[in-house]
C-alpha cells in the first residue's frame, strides 16, 4: 500500500476546501449586541490551521465507501469544538500563550472574557452543526446519535477536559509515563480517535471496520501527540505559529521531558507503524489515512 505517487497536499486541501464551504456558509453573522463574540469566534475559526480531525472524519467515511456530502456538517461540527479548545487553551488561566497559528489569540486580539464566551459558543455551534437538518437526512438517525454521543464523550470530562485538568494539575511536577500517557489519551487522541469513528459510524461502517480504525486512530493520536512534544522543542516557530520552548518554560509533563528526544522520536515512529498497520485490512483505500499517519511524523523532520 504505497503513498509515494499520492498527492496527500492536494487531497487535504481538498476535503479541507470543503468543510470550509460549510463553516464558512452556515457561520452566524456578527450581527446585533452580541456581535462581537460572533467576530472573535470567527477570527479563531478563520485563523488557519490543516483541518485535520473533520478531514479525518470525510477520509473514514471513505473508506467504508461513504460520501463526503453526508458528513460534511458533522466534519464543519467537529473543527468547532476543536477551534473552541484552543481559544480556551491559550487563556492566562490555561496554557497562556499570546499567538496561535501565527496570530495573536482570541484573547489578546479582543479581551478574555470575549475568548471564554467565544469558545462557549463554538461549542454550541458544533452541536448545531451535527443535528443540522442538512445532516440529519442524510444519514441513519440512530448512527447519528451514536456519533455525537461518541463526540460528547470524547470531549466532556472522560475525555479532553479531564485531560486538559490533569495537564495543569501535573505543571511543576515530576511524574512517569503512566500519567503521561493518560494525559494524552484524554486531551489529545480521544477527539481525533472520535472523529475518525464518527466519520466511520455515519457511513454504517462494520463492527470489524470500527475496530480497525479505532486502533488507527488511537496511535494516530499519540503519535500526534508526541510529535507536538518534540515540535516545542525542536520545531521552527515560524511554520508553528507560536512559540517553541513554552511546554519547558511551564515546566509541562512532555515526552522529551520524561524519556529525552532520542526515545520520544522512537515512541512517535513506533506508533505511526502501529497506525498504518491497524490500516491493512482496507488495502488501497486506506491510503489516504496512511498517508495522514506518515503526514503527522514527518511534521518532525
Same mark, same amino acid.
Given at each position: 500500500?504505497?503513498?509515494?505517487?499520492?498527492?496527500?497536499?492536494?487531497?487535504?486541501?481538498?476535503k479541507a476546501e470543503k468543510v470550509e464551504k460549510v463553516l464558512t456558509e452556515f457561520f452566524p453573522q456578527p450581527?446585533?449586541?452580541?456581535?462581537?463574540?460572533?467576530?472573535?469566534?470567527?477570527?479563531?475559526?478563520?485563523?488557519?490551521?490543516?483541518?485535520?480531525?473533520?478531514?479525518?472524519?470525510?477520509?473514514?467515511?471513505?473508506?467504508?465507501?461513504?460520501?463526503?456530502?453526508?458528513?460534511?456538517?458533522?466534519?464543519?461540527?467537529?473543527?468547532?469544538?476543536?477551534?473552541?479548545?484552543?481559544?480556551?487553551?491559550?487563556?492566562?488561566?490555561?496554557?497562556?500563550?499570546?499567538?496561535?497559528?501565527?496570530?495573536?489569540?482570541?484573547?489578546?486580539?479582543?479581551?478574555?472574557?470575549?475568548?471564554?464566551?467565544?469558545?462557549?459558543?463554538?461549542?454550541?455551534?458544533?452541536?448545531?452543526?451535527?443535528?443540522?437538518?442538512?445532516?440529519?437526512?442524510?444519514?441513519?438517525?440512530?448512527?447519528?446519535?451514536?456519533?455525537?454521543?461518541?463526540?460528547?464523550?470524547?470531549?466532556?470530562?472522560?475525555?479532553?477536559?479531564?485531560?486538559?485538568?490533569?495537564?495543569? #494539575?501535573?505543571?511543576? %511536577? @515530576?511524574?512517569? !509515563?503512566?500519567?503521561?500517557?493518560?494525559?494524552? +489519551?484524554? /486531551? $489529545?487522541?480521544? &477527539?481525533?480517535?472520535?472523529?475518525?469513528?464518527?466519520?466511520?459510524?455515519?457511513?454504517k461502517a462494520k463492527k470489524k471496520e470500527l475496530q480497525a480504525l479505532k486502533s488507527y486512530a488511537?496511535?494516530?493520536?499519540?503519535?500526534?501527540?508526541?510529535?507536538?512534544?518534540?515540535?516545542?522543542?525542536?520545531?521552527?516557530?515560524?511554520?508553528?505559529?507560536?512559540?517553541? #520552548?513554552?511546554?519547558? %518554560? @511551564?515546566?509541562? !509533563?512532555?515526552?522529551?521531558?520524561?524519556?529525552? +528526544?532520542? /526515545? $520520544?522520536?522512537? &515512541?512517535?515512529?513506533?506508533?505511526?507503524?502501529?497506525?498504518?498497520?491497524?490500516?491493512?485490512?482496507?488495502?488501497?483505500?486506506?491510503?489516504?489515512?496512511?498517508?495522514?499517519?506518515?503526514?503527522?511524523?514527518?511534521?518532525?523532520?
Amino acid at each position: 500500500m504505497e503513498t509515494k505517487n499520492f498527492d496527500f497536499f492536494a487531497y487535504l486541501k481538498r476535503k479541507a476546501e470543503k468543510v470550509e464551504k460549510v463553516l464558512t456558509e452556515f457561520f452566524p453573522q456578527p450581527k446585533g449586541y452580541g456581535g462581537r463574540v460572533v467576530e472573535a469566534a470567527s477570527y479563531s475559526l478563520s485563523a488557519g490551521g490543516k483541518r485535520i480531525r473533520p478531514v479525518l472524519c470525510l477520509a473514514s467515511c471513505e473508506v467504508v465507501g461513504g460520501r463526503d456530502e453526508d458528513v460534511l456538517f458533522f466534519a464543519a461540527g467537529i473543527e468547532c469544538i476543536h477551534t473552541y479548545s484552543l481559544i480556551h487553551d491559550d487563556l492566562p488561566a490555561m496554557d497562556d500563550d499570546d499567538f496561535r497559528r501565527g496570530k495573536p489569540s482570541c484573547h489578546k486580539a479582543y479581551d478574555e472574557a470575549t475568548a471564554i464566551l467565544a469558545g462557549d459558543g463554538l461549542q454550541s455551534l458544533a452541536f448545531w452543526f451535527f443535528t443540522h437538518p442538512e445532516q440529519v437526512k442524510r444519514v441513519s438517525k440512530s448512527a447519528l446519535l451514536k456519533a455525537i454521543h461518541l463526540i460528547s464523550q470524547a470531549v466532556g470530562f472522560e475525555g479532553m477536559v479531564g485531560g486538559q485538568m490533569a495537564d495543569l #494539575l501535573m505543571e511543576g %511536577k @515530576k511524574a512517569g !509515563l503512566k500519567i503521561l500517557k493518560w494525559i494524552h +489519551l484524554h /486531551k $489529545t487522541v480521544k &477527539l481525533i480517535e472520535a472523529s475518525v469513528l464518527a466519520g466511520a459510524l455515519l457511513a454504517k461502517a462494520k463492527k470489524k471496520e470500527l475496530q480497525a480504525l479505532k486502533s488507527y486512530a488511537k496511535h494516530l493520536g499519540m503519535a500526534f501527540q508526541i510529535v507536538d512534544d518534540l515540535l516545542d522543542v525542536i520545531g521552527d516557530e515560524k511554520k508553528l505559529g507560536k512559540k517553541n #520552548l513554552s511546554d519547558l %518554560k @511551564k515546566q509541562k !509533563l512532555t515526552y522529551p521531558s520524561v524519556v529525552g +528526544l532520542e /526515545k $520520544t522520536r522512537e &515512541l512517535a515512529e513506533i506508533h505511526t507503524q502501529k497506525a498504518i498497520s491497524a490500516l491493512e485490512p482496507f488495502g488501497e483505500k486506506a491510503i489516504p489515512l496512511r498517508a495522514m499517519a506518515e503526514f503527522v511524523l514527518k511534521r518532525v523532520y
